[in-house]
């Protein structure tokens, strides 16, 4: 277990193995999750065509996941075919895609693994191609999930070139339509990327308060914020004058609970929409989906423990990029960046801290 010395000094390798793996770590069993049956009429319609092969992928059936004795539910638990207007449940938004499809599987993994009250929690899954559902429902056959079709061409046409290509792919925005594409009755979602895992309670994370903001993230103030931005957004002061009179602050937005009614009050993807529109005519960033974010949040973001946001460990893909964690605790590890672990892993070059994401691999072999 060489790679373990290249964690912080700040906690132990005996520590960082307890906290962190899930053959270690386990609830109390209660009632096992029920199934989920989907109601016909809330399903969005996808249109033909829009598909793709999925012979190449092959997951392995997660566990069945036990409620602990501190859940609300009685005997019977949460009832099958459960609405996704229950009050009760924490909503939680994720992109499907061919591409990061082994990292959205390993992220729910971790999620269901680490929270007390599995069946309480309701998947989100947006998508721009069918078949997803059956792969989704085979893996997990359990899991309380909904799919919304995501339509590219909704975005295209306001997506300009990025520094990288990955940054530029349609459902890399469908974070900004949640509002849109889910039912008026959720009313708060959390947002997560695909290449990430979760190794704490998600409750803990949809508890956070919002207060009278928005949108809740883990902010860095340390760093350079310009550095989003081109020379000539800062030299216009139609442009920069958006910051006057509040104090933004970084923020990752592969992270993120929001809440949807005051995004839809407030109509908050227009407001991300002409901000694209602007960079399409004027190149006022050079980084994808997240500048529009920071024009429209940054110092206005309710500040989350920087343990929900761990991100950057997927460096650059450099050999001798690898990123240790953070100072701290942690509650969630973000491969944000161009390497990913399952990427590494199954190229025998693995960076020390993809060990923590393996285990909640179901792709395939065990490792």
Same mark, same amino acid.
């Not at 016909?40 to 092959?58: D, I, K, M, Q």
């Not at 061409?153 to 594409?181: C, F, G, K, M």
């Not at 602050?249 to 009050?265: A, H, P």
């Given at each position: 277990?060489?790679?373990?010395?290249? #964690?912080? +000094?700040?906690?132990?390798?005996?520590?960082?193995?307890?906290?962190?793996?899930?053959?270690?770590?386990?609830?109390?069993?209660?009632?096992?999750?029920?199934?989920?049956?989907?109601?016909?009429?809330?399903?969005?319609?996808?249109?033909?065509?829009? +598909?793709?092969? =999925?012979?190449?992928?092959?997951?392995?059936?997660?566990?069945?996941?036990?409620?602990?004795?501190?859940?609300?539910?009685?005997?019977? /638990? &949460?009832?099958?075919?459960?609405?996704?207007?229950?009050?009760?449940?924490?909503?939680?938004?994720?992109?499907?895609?061919?591409?990061?499809?082994?990292?959205?599987?390993?992220?729910?993994?971790?999620?269901?693994?680490?929270?007390?009250?599995?069946?309480?929690?309701? #998947?989100? #899954?947006?998508?721009?191609?069918?078949?997803?559902?059956?792969?989704?429902?085979?893996?997990?056959?359990?899991?309380? #999930?909904?799919?919304?079709?995501?339509?590219?061409?909704?975005?295209?046409?306001? &997506?300009?070139?990025?520094?990288?290509?990955?940054?530029?792919?349609?459902?890399?925005?469908?974070?900004?339509?949640?509002?849109?594409?889910?039912?008026?009755?959720?009313?708060? &979602?959390?947002? =997560?990327?695909?290449?990430?895992? $979760?190794?704490?309670?998600?409750?803990?994370?949809?508890? %956070? *308060?919002?207060?009278? *903001? %928005? &949108?809740?993230?883990?902010?860095?103030?340390?760093?350079?914020?310009?550095?989003?931005?081109?020379?000539?957004?800062?030299?216009?002061?139609?442009?920069?004058?958006?910051?006057?009179?509040?104090?933004?602050?970084?923020?990752? %937005?592969?992270?993120?609970?929001?809440?949807?009614?005051?995004?839809? *009050?407030?109509?908050? %993807?227009?407001?991300?929409?002409?901000?694209?529109?602007?960079?399409?005519?004027?190149?006022?960033?050079?980084?994808?989906?997240?500048?529009?974010?920071?024009?429209?949040?940054?110092?206005? $973001?309710?500040?989350?423990?920087?343990?929900?946001?761990?991100?950057?460990?997927? /460096?650059?893909?450099?050999? /001798?990029?690898?990123?240790? =964690?953070?100072?701290?605790?942690?509650?969630?590890?973000?491969?944000?960046?161009? +390497?990913?672990?399952?990427?590494? =892993?199954?190229?025998?070059?693995?960076?020390?801290?993809?060990?923590?994401?393996?285990?909640?691999?179901?792709? /395939?072999?065990?490792?």
């Amino acid at each position: 277990m060489l790679w373990i010395k290249r #964690f912080s +000094g700040l906690v132990s390798a005996a520590m960082v193995l307890i906290v962190l793996s899930p053959s270690l770590q386990s609830f109390p069993p209660a009632e096992a999750i029920r199934s989920s049956h989907h109601d016909s009429n809330l399903r969005l319609h996808v249109p033909a065509g829009v +598909g793709v092969s =999925l012979n190449r992928f092959s997951f392995r059936k997660a566990p069945t996941f036990r409620n602990a004795d501190e859940c609300r539910s009685g005997e019977s /638990g &949460i009832p099958a075919g459960i609405s996704v207007c229950d009050p009760n449940l924490v909503h939680v938004a994720i992109t499907l895609d061919v591409e990061y499809l082994r990292g959205s599987i390993a992220a729910v993994h971790s999620i269901l693994h680490h929270s007390l009250c599995p069946e309480s929690v309701f #998947f989100h #899954f947006l998508v721009s191609e069918n078949n997803l559902e059956s792969l989704v429902r085979s893996t997990f056959p359990k899991l309380n #999930f909904k799919v919304y079709y995501f339509d590219p061409e909704i975005v295209r046409s306001l &997506i300009s070139t990025s520094v990288r290509q990955a940054l530029e792919q349609p459902l890399n925005y469908a974070r900004n339509y949640l509002a849109d594409l889910l039912e008026p009755c959720v009313s708060r &979602i959390i947002y =997560l990327d695909s290449d990430l895992v $979760v190794v704490d309670d998600i409750f803990k994370l949809w508890t %956070t *308060r919002l207060g009278s *903001r %928005t &949108i809740g993230a883990p902010e860095y103030c340390h760093a350079n914020f310009t550095k989003y931005f081109t020379a000539s957004f800062w030299s216009n002061q139609q442009f920069s004058s958006a910051f006057a009179g509040r104090r933004p602050c970084y923020f990752n %937005t592969g992270v993120m609970v929001i809440d949807l009614e005051k995004w839809r *009050r407030n109509g908050y %993807t227009k407001r991300i929409e002409r901000w694209m529109e602007i960079q399409k005519s004027d190149r006022i960033y050079e980084l994808g989906s997240l500048p529009p974010f920071l024009l429209v949040f940054a110092g206005h $973001v309710a500040p989350i423990e920087h343990r929900w946001n761990q991100h950057g460990l997927g /460096g650059d893909n450099v050999r /001798g990029s690898c990123r240790d =964690l953070h100072p701290g605790p942690v509650s969630l590890l973000h491969w944000s960046g161009s +390497g990913k672990p399952w990427l590494r =892993l199954d190229s025998k070059r693995p960076c020390p801290l993809d060990a923590l994401w393996a285990p909640y691999d179901l792709y /395939g072999h065990s490792h």
